[in-house]
């Protein structure tokens, strides 16, 4: 028989089994993807035994700051979520290097000189675990990486080291309208509540911040770059700067997209011409009022003489004139963001070269707190792109990376597509002028254009969450892999379990390059139905603009399909150094993925496989399809290692995303048929319906527009 | 010492309280609204107590439907909610009249011919509690009304009776867009998902049918009636299907608005003539094909010869010749629900006056399955109308009472207005013609302009969840009074502590009157500013239909203010009952909060108060304004009661609701002043800013429009 004691301890420990199972349950039950990769969830025994060796309660040397204070309140929820609440037996400590003992100096050391938000995660084989940084704000950060690397899989002795940004900007672009439409939205509605502030602060503002800086990102451009100009009227200033107070413990700048015309739209003036001193005393005005509110200001982003955007070339001045205009009126305090994603129906011989065209013969001429922000390809996010030739070609002028997080052109929220594979190709890409393309953003940054919407789980899907966190990584820290972001994801965002790990990652790693294959395989590119950008239509050939056509991008016809961007073409291919140049000139060398990205090739063109061109592309179609149809399988057989609400909702969005590929595939496969009069390869499935089928669809209710 | 039982017992009975208050401390922290007035938090006690001595383990009798299950489920999830997991030691019996015992038929008799839904609650002192219905929809009503009781502060004896619904049909009218966006919707985007329908089913979509079955909500409309035809494709009615399986475990039906000219939009005829067999037969098609996939379908919805809609007067027919037609197509199987709101221009003696002038001659003429639907007041949704003459005027004709719960008129989301006391008014008031509105509507029913949106709290604001709420009861029993309601909402949705109920209730009730008073005193009406109807706008006069201007309405001039509506101007009065014509014929017998809704009068015109009308009139809106600044003292005061993240939200919308009634106050004079040239009786504040100030707002993204 126990003594009472035992009893106790007995009944003790079941009972608190219990209520972990219970807490567990109601997790279980809420899990409807808000928490995001941040939901702490309960690790199985053995780590956080291991946990609780390295871990314990949380202390700030020094005074704390409200930042500071943060860092301590995450590690302190995080380590409840992830080890429950016995504390474990050593501590967490987080301390500023001016706070340091001597017997620390060598932490001090590693941090000397460091950009902003470094830190270094040491343990302490008394002590336990310390964090340490140059600022408050590295400090939060130390503590975003602890928690990630204990949820993790990797072993703990691993996240001892020292870790800094690659590069100082790493924004989001939000393109919210004010009246809470995104542009190019799937999520739902805006998560700014412009209409309610500044009153009214959304609880969603402090947990969109508090996720943002899990990853780093520290700047976020809060309005459409098809900017509305009231939006720099005092009314919203004061919404902005309630934003930023609640913003700024989590080391948040706010960038404001700014309308070029607005001293004409709302200053009263009657031109917009940068060089015009009321202009540029406008502007500075406009600058100090801003600053009065929002000390730490980040800047203006601006999109000017593009897609109708008002701009300097309106007054006949050039990009450098109206950025630098801006630039002077910002002076230390911020930074202009100027975009050089520019394109028009003058330049008629290929709408890839324009950016480059206008941009680089001005190389050297931009303020020192000016960045020109370029995409990653020279279209326009496209499922794959080459990366763009100003990328090396501007070495006088800082130049920042945009991704688009959102899929515009990769399936919207409802197909799954891990894209973080795509920005890895951009960034190892190697300019051929000495560096990388990370290497020739590092100085600047990378933006990218958000996914967020009001949609519970943020980004419309589960697995977009993943793109979100993905550019954040890769915006700290350029050389992580796409596989390591999409492990470390998973495990936060799903479970820890190996037979889920083993199963999930591979599925994302691939998922983008199946959208590719079914959508625009080899290199093909916009070929996108008009306007809302939902599903296929290479047969758009009718659109007042030459470039807004699928046909102008594919040039099928009954000879063969591709754009030819050789010599013997639009010669864009000589925007690229010499060496790459010559590689992709020659469509035997180059890699197949980008082939009729360059090169406008028969239909019984002899690929590499064997296959024709044309049984080549039927092949990559149905190749994409059957990968679709294994990520369904795949998934279904998660089902043990996923909450219901989460796995049922990931499994509707894969039955649209398998009826939405052959879609793809059946109308590109009728439509290429329709040119080139061939038949398909034997064996191939016959699209389900007639072209004018598909051609007959109409989505006048399709989102983001 | 204690023996090891007692040992056990003891640390059981500590545990389980620490559980509960880890539950307790879980569930504080996730109070964003979401769960609405079925969050089941703990009873105190006492009351807990008591509920145990009712309830325990939950059964259904004979063979339980999917519906029945529900039931259960809910029951078992309240107790649980209400009493924790330690069950009463009685049980809840829930059993359809065909499974009662001989002994118990009287419970059978009670339920005897009772329309669908009705059920009975009864008390038996040896099982515990029973609920009996006829059809299992009864059973789920039973179980919510059940744990309404139990939630609240009623004696428990009390829940024991038979509960009918007094008019069949209880639906809400969704103004949602395919593309998402929600006419007069302040709440975000649509709820409904079209776009990722049929495949995926947002999880709100249960969530949103259990709330409505809650309160006995039994059909939904789910589109605008502004209705785009595509809808009725069969892209649609696939999607249209699933929502419809979703919801019938509910009990909720189905409606569609549907676009009158659809067989010309989408069905290739060149004509909608509703006398035309081809359009008949192709509505009888879209009709069967309907119904081919959902069974109960409930028919349509059709605003028609309204606001530019197109309808049955297009071709010279009546509004009886189209909805009957329709009514033809649905058969028995479903229900034409026709729209009285119709004014033009063409009619420009009183736009009061046309719905009464269109529909009234029509009596008798309506098909059995046809219903006309007809707003609470002659104009539109105003913070007060008179109630609509047509009401009492059409014996022969199902008319159903439209309410609006999102409150286009009545400050958005942001302005704290409890609506029941206004459609208590209304339902109350006598026609004259034999019956209140209540019992004229109460063969057919009751449709709410829905509140709801994808923010997290459904319906934009805490205090507009109880606009839904105080609908659907309504609905169910025109007979409970707004304090009733009130105070079982405030104490589900809040908390069930005295001291905030006794604070709480009376500042909802009085709430509408508020804003009454500082937008639209004294029957005053339309002052809106244009298009997105936000904010006030008593000099709008150059809109090109009269009866869209505010001063149509207001009719101010240096004389007088009011609309005319006897003898000696548009004679409206002359559509109610020649009884009340007669009382509100004379200003000083009429009450009057409806004065200058039916008379000019001059701004000397003396009012039973004593004050001059012009006095009187600055002396509501300011007590509006004061009444406002109570209200946010008051809930300053009930932090205690309530959790942070709720408390925080309400006051912040009350800080938009001072500042923009003051706005509405300040506005209204300066023009008012600018019109009658009279200065503001001693003492009162003078408005902050100049006229010219006020009319230069513009608000391009102001939602809803």
Known sequence: MMRGR??????????????????????????????????????????????????????????????????????????????????????????QTKDLTEGESWLAAELEGAPDGSFVIAADPNAGTIIVANDETGLLYGAFALLRHLAGDRPLPEMAKTYRPAMPLRMLNHWDNPDGHVERGYAGRSIFDWWHLPERLDQRMIDYARANASLGINGAAVNNVN??????????????????????????????????????????????????????????????????????????????????????????????DGANMLAEALGERGTVIWRAFVYSAEDETDRAKQAYEEFVPLDGQFADNVIVQVKNGP???????????????????????????????????????????????????????GGTVAQVVAPAGMAGVANTGSDRNWSGSHFDQANWYAFGRMAWDPSLSSEAIAREWAAQTFGH?????????????????????????????????????????????????????????????????GFDRTETGSDALAQYAPGIAATWSDPAQMDDRYLLWFHHLPWDYRMG??????????????????????????????????DAQRHRAVSESLQIQQREARWWRDASLRYWQSVNGLELPAGVREPEHTLDHYKAFTFPEAPGQ
């Open 6 to 95: 035992e009893v106790v301890n007995r009944i003790g420990a079941l009972l608190a089994a219990l209520l972990l199972s219970v807490l567990s349950a109601g997790a279980a039950q809420a899990e409807d993807g808000y928490d995001l990769w941040l939901r702490y969830a309960p690790l199985e025994a053995a780590r956080a035994a291991e946990v609780r060796e390295v871990t314990g309660p949380v202390q700030v040397r020094g005074e704390a700051g409200e930042t500071a204070r943060l860092a301590q309140e995450e590690i302190e929820r995080g380590l409840s979520g992830l080890v429950g609440d016995t504390p474990g037996e050593r501590s967490v400590t987080l301390s």
């Open 227 to 320: 900017a509305r100009a009231f939006m720099l009227e005092p009314r919203y200033i004061a919404k902005l700067t309630r934003l930023a107070d609640a913003w700024r413990p989590y080391g948040i700048r706010v960038y404001l997209s700014a309308r070029f015309s607005a001293p004409r739209d709302i200053g009263g003036l009657d031109t917009a011409d940068p060089l015009d001193p009321q202009v540029a005393a406008w502007w500075q005005a406009k600058a100090d009022e801003i600053y009065e509110s929002i000390p730490d200001f980040g800047g203006f982003l601006v999109k000017a003489n593009s897609e109708g955007q008002p701009g300097p070339q309106d007054y006949g001045r050039t990009h450098a």
């Open 379 to 433: 279209i326009d996010f496209q499922p794959r792109e080459p990366f763009h030739p100003m990328f090396g070609a501007m070495p006088n002028t800082k130049l920042m990376l945009e991704a688009q997080i959102t899929k515009e052109y990769l399936g919207f929220a409802s197909h799954l597509a891990f894209l973080a594979p795509m920005w890895e190709e951009v960034l190892d890409a190697d300019t051929g002028r």
């Open 497 to 561: 379990d190996e037979r889920f790990l083993t199963a999930a990652v591979p599925m994302m790693l691939s998922s983008r390059e199946s959208v590719a294959r079914y959508m625009t395989p080899m290199g093909l590119a916009h070929l996108m139905d008009t306007g809302h950008h939902y599903g296929p239509g290479p047969w758009v050939c009718d659109l007042p603009r030459p470039e807004w056509n699928p046909c102008y991008y594919h040039r099928a016809d009954k000879d063969g399909i």
């Open 609 to 642: 496989s064997g296959r024709t061109l044309w049984a080549e592309l039927v092949h990559r179609y149905d190749r994409g399809i059957t990968e679709v149809d294994a990520m369904a399988l795949t998934w279904r057989s998660l089902a043990p290692y996923v």
